[in-house]
């Protein structure tokens, strides 16, 4: 049984990103002309801040300096977090992902935007969004439904007071008429 270099460098480096309370997310080698690049993407459940990302990336260069994982020529090692419109794939992924807006491909064909509101083992309660003055409604999504999901930057997203504040204003003026 063979094994890739991507396996045999997450078997060498991953012990080392829990040592420091951080999961192995990803590993890419990538060659651009003679130069190779090794991306290693980390996170935690509290994200990773740059202090913890440089002393990963140190902790992994000696340790790959130590081995012959690489080989023998020369290649850059990048360490960082999965970034602002990750794909989520993991159970973990989706707990992360608690409050923030989602894109999900779905098994069935069908694609649905929602934020996700609670994750357990078994799915995902998400809130679709309403459109053109509706509310919005919750769903349960199972786990086993979903084909992709890739979380959704949001740059003009309110915060708890501002939604509030338009759900109570919402409500007094369907009162009113």
């Known amino acids: 049984m063979s094994t890739t270099q991507s396996e045999r460098l997450r078997e060498l480096l991953e012990p080392l990103v829990s040592s420091q309370g951080l999961d192995l997310e990803e590993i890419e080698v990538d060659s651009v002309g003679r130069k190779r690049v090794l991306r290693v993407v980390v996170d ?13 990336s140190r902790a992994l260069s000696a340790k790959l300096d130590e081995s012959d994982a690489m080989g023998e020529g020369e290649y850059t090692l990048e360490v960082g977090t999965p970034g602002a419109e990750r794909e989520l794939k993991e159970h973990r992924h989706y ?6 807006l989602v894109k999900f491909q779905l098994g069935d064909g069908g694609e649905l935007v929602a934020r996700i509101l609670s994750a357990d083992d078994d799915g995902l309660d998400v809130e679709v969004p309403g459109v053109k003055g509706r509310r919005p409604t919750t769903r349960r999504l199972a786990l086993a439904d979903i084909a992709k999901a890739r979380v959704q930057v949001e740059f003009n997203r309110k915060n708890k007071a501002e939604e509030t504040q338009e759900t109570q204003e919402t409500e007094e003026n369907a009162e009113e008429a």
């Open 95 to 100: 707990v992360r992902a608690t409050d923030r």
């Open 44 to 56: 935690s459940d509290a994200g990773a801040d740059l202090d913890q990302i440089a002393d990963v």
